[in-house]
């Protein structure tokens, strides 16, 4: 009989020795990320059957309209994190300035901060195509007890101690890194169990599919078009195929699994491009690496950028290590 696959909770107790702080909120944190995204999953899944579809009239900072599941998992994400008293503060997509959890307590000892996307992809959520969580912890530059300030939000990439998202697709998944490599886990919904289902996630070095919304080709830079066209090609039979579902975390999922790259460079129309450096970009560019991939701008490396600002965009390149470099190197000779 086929060994019984280890739980999400069993793997959190067996390697958070592992984990080079204080593994115990750490361990916390996940489990009330975990719990969230249980019941983000029941909904998203749900949400053609309620009146939980369409727009809750009303925009975020972005300008978009907030879809109401995307305020659903936003609320939800934040009273997890604050009901369990683990972290001192949370930014979010969805809200115009980071919230401090209780941290003008002075005998609040949380040490962690965490970014979130509590929805990527939700335009798509009417048309029941998978959407995504995506989050991004980092221990506060702070003294613990004072209030969160900025600061403590605005770290490069590089600083992160984990990051995942949950992919809410023809299976639900927890996909996370602590440093320690990227672990899959998949929901079996009859018992609200999270089981290791993909270990030790790698991107391969090499791939044949490429992400990218090629309506936006006339407006991209030099570097990106002939890329594309590289990629188009005929002469050395190139295997290239596009591949773009309109989802970050589907299309980051499907290429670590079968090999790819994901584009968002920035263009006539997005000068910095679309995705947030802090909540899309640096933690999907630390799963990446953590993966053997690679994820940068088309000339720094994403989680070696300087945030300025809490909900600044980036170009962004990610996927296997090789198509990224290519990418790189016609961005160079375009300069
Ligand atoms: P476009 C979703 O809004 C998102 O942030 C990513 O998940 C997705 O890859 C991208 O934007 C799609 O943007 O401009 O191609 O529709």
Redesign the pocket.
């Known amino acids: 009989m086929s060994q019984r696959k280890q739980t999400l909770g069993e793997f959190i107790i067996e390697n958070q020795q592992s984990f080079k702080y204080t593994s115990g909120e750490l361990s916390r944190l996940i489990n009330a990320i975990r719990l969230a995204a249980k019941v983000v999953n029941h909904e998203v899944n749900k949400a053609g059957l309620v009146d939980i579809i369409g727009e809750a009239g009303d925009t975020n900072i972005q300008g978009e309209d907030q879809q109401k599941l995307d305020v659903f998992a936003n609320d939800l994400f934040i009273k997890a994190m604050t009901r369990r008293n683990i972290v001192c503060g949370i930014a979010s997509e969805e809200e115009d300035d980071f919230v401090a959890i209780n941290s003008q307590d002075e005998n609040n000892q949380n040490k962690y901060v965490v970014l979130i996307d509590p929805l990527?992809?939700s335009?798509n959520i009417d048309v029941n195509v998978s959407v995504g969580t995506i989050f991004s912890i980092y221990r506060r530059v702070t003294e613990v007890g004072t209030p969160v300030i900025i600061d403590d939000f605005l770290q490069k990439g590089n600083k992160q101690v984990a990051a995942g998202y949950v992919i809410y697709g023809t299976s639900t998944m927890l996909v996370y890194t602590t440093g320690d490599g990227v672990n899959g886990f998949t929901l079996n919904p009859a018992i609200g169990t999270f089981y290791l289902s993909h270990p030790n996630m790698q991107f391969p070095e090499d791939g044949q599919i490429y992400s990218v919304?090629e309506g936006n080709y006339i407006h991209f830079p030099q570097g990106i078009k002939d890329y594309i066209k590289y990629c188009q090609m005929e002469e050395g039979d190139r295997p290239y195929t596009s591949r773009y579902i309109?989802?970050?975390?589907s299309?980051f999922h499907r290429n670590m699994i079968k090999g790819g790259i994901y584009m968002?460079p920035k263009s006539s129309m997005n000068s910095n491009g679309?995705?947030r450096l802090l909540y899309?970009c640096n933690p999907m560019a630390y799963i990446a690496e953590q993966a053997n991939g690679r994820a940068s701008d088309g000339f720094t490396r994403i989680m070696d950028i300087e945030p300025t600002k809490l909900h600044q965009r980036v170009p962004f390149l990610c996927g296997s290590k090789n198509m990224v470099k290519k990418v790189e190197e016609f961005m160079e000779k375009a300069k």
């Not at 309109?246 to 975390?249: R, T």
């Open positions: 990527d992809g335009s919304n309109g989802s970050l975390v299309d968002y679309k995705l899309e």
